[in-house]
């Protein structure tokens, strides 16, 4: 019998009530791990645990937290290869990939050590002749942290990390599909010298534990990644809680790739098919609307399309793979629909698109351009996450631009040009939290602000220093 991967709770890891296969998407034949799922009552024990251990915690001394989050980051470091492999085997992502996202984790880790030391006030004269004004930052207290699974290891540790380096305590509950990343860096975390209570890690699906921590009185506030609607949601119920919850949610994205005739070719290809296609075309970054200037449309797709050729779709730990396979079936039979609405809408798909058979069974799916589209269908205006992208043609940069923020989203943007005017242009005016001039929409530092506008995110900014808005609560002190 394989033994489960347990909850941790307090100061122990508990069986849940029933299990969970984490079946890798590359080869559903292999069986990552079985983990435990929990309920609504272990969350109910976890919060206890978390609030327990909140005064001892919140009180901390700053070098003890900033050497915890050290060693967390140097076992990261240390084991890379190990956890790359792990990630690649439940969520698909290339080797490579992984290991990228494996190093972002362990950079993030060592950056919010550094916070937790940095951390000040600021004081300064009151208006009143003879009093002092002390403005202060203090943690919030218990935080629910929801992730979702396209990123199993980096986007619990930019969650996880800032809350413990402000001094607050956690229940975590990963995206059910991934678990055995998540469970490895809390298992780190723990080991690297956490008190007991302080990091508490519950598994299960989202529409009981994950709604029994939005829920649950003793948590005050929620940090989330997913999907706009369970966003809407748990939103909904943080306002609706008593006392109400702080609340940051980060959502989806329908991020447009603007090439202007001046661009350089090479550079606007290579942005196109990494931002589209890399990872799966699994990220909340991905350029799914590749918006094209007339003068360099046809020059654009050809060359895409002959690039798109060569990747090589296959088995994630494969070194010869370039793009690993969709995440399960639930997300393949989405991007299959998606496919097919694109061609009723009239859309025509150039490349891709395709079910392919490999030496093991997995979700194998080739990635798909259409051209023709326009910015109304349902393929240019909702969220696939998958490998599919289209191409919309537009007459000049004035209507490439108002394409671009005609959208509900506005999470990243790019522009590939070699003209000053209209790179900066496009920086100013872009309706997005983060604009690329050259390069991917995909790809961001752990530390500067990452987030976006209107239906993509809501609360303040994740990573870097920002994040302290909103792990942290302010106080003004009055000294007379
Ligand atoms: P979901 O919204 O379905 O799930 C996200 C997380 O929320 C999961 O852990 C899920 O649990 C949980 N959940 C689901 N329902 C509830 C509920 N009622 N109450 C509390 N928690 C719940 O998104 P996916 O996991 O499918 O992720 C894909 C989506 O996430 C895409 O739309 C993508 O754009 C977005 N995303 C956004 C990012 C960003 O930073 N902007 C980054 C990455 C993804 P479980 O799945 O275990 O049931």
């Known amino acids: 019998m394989t033994m489960a991967f347990g909850n941790r709770i307090g100061a122990e890891w508990r069986a849940g009530v029933g299990t969970r296969p984490n079946i890798n998407p590359s080869d559903t034949t292999d069986v990552v791990g079985v983990f435990a799922q929990g309920t609504a009552a272990d969350v109910a024990d976890a919060v206890a645990a978390a609030r327990a251990a909140f005064p001892g915690w919140s009180h901390s001394g700053p070098m003890d937290r900033h050497g915890i989050l050290m060693r967390a980051a140097a076992e990261v470091t240390a084991r890379a290869e190990e956890l790359a492999t792990l990630l690649a085997r439940e969520e698909g992502k290339t080797l490579t990939e992984a290991r990228g ?21 600021e004081t300064g004269p009151s208006i009143r002749p003879g009093v002092t004004v002390e403005v202060t930052r203090e943690p919030v207290g218990v935080i629910g ?4 699974w396209n990123f199993p290891i980096a986007i619990p540790a930019w969650k996880i990390a800032p809350a413990l380096a402000y001094g607050n305590c956690v229940v975590f509950k990963p995206a059910d599909l991934v678990p055995a990343c998540a469970w490895a860096l809390v298992d780190i975390l723990v080991r690297a010298g956490l008190p007991e209570g302080v990091l508490n890690l519950v598994m299960g699906p989202g529409r009981s534990v994950g709604q029994a921590i939005v829920t649950a009185r003793g948590i005050d506030a929620v940090t989330f990644t997913g999907s706009v609607a369970t966003g809407r949601g748990i939103a909904a119920a943080c306002v609706a809680g008593q006392p109400m919850r702080k609340v940051q949610l980060e959502m989806g994205g329908k991020n447009p790739l603007l090439v202007l005739d001046d661009a350089d070719l090479d550079v606007a290809v290579r942005a196109a098919l990494d931002g589209a296609f890399f990872q799966t075309g699994q990220r909340c970054t991905a350029s799914s609307r590749l918006i094209v200037t007339e003068g360099i449309h046809d020059r654009f797709v050809a060359t895409l399309t002959e690039a798109m050729e060569g990747l090589t779709v296959g088995h994630a730990l494969d070194p010869s793979t370039r793009v690993g396979p969709v995440a399960d079936a639930a997300q393949l039979a989405i991007d299959l629909a998606y496919i097919d609405k694109g061609r009723t809408e009239g859309a025509r798909l150039v490349a891709g698109g395709e079910l392919l058979n490999r030496p093991t069974p997995g979700h194998y799916l080739s990635p798909a351009l259409f051209t023709e589209a326009t910015n109304a269908m349902a393929i240019a205006r909702e969220e696939i996450f998958g490998p599919v992208a289209c191409v919309i043609r537009v007459r000049d940069y004035d209507e490439g631009l108002a394409t671009a923020n005609d959208t509900d989203f506005g999470l990243s943007a790019g522009i590939c040009t070699t003209s000053l005017k209209h790179a900066t242009h496009f920086r100013r005016n872009a309706e997005a939290g983060m604009v690329m001039v050259n390069l991917p929409t995909a790809g961001v530092d752990p530390h500067v602000p990452f987030g976006g506008r209107k239906g993509s995110s809501h609360g303040p900014r994740e990573q870097g220093s920002h994040a302290r808005e909103f792990y ?9």
Do not use: D, N, Q
């Open 101 to 121: 996202e494996v190093g972002r984790a362990a950079h993030i880790l060592a950056f919010f050590a550094a916070e937790a030391v940095r951390l000040t006030g």
């Open 145 to 148: 942290i929801i992730t979702p």
């Open 472 to 480: 942290t609560t302010v106080k003004t002190g009055y000294v007379g």
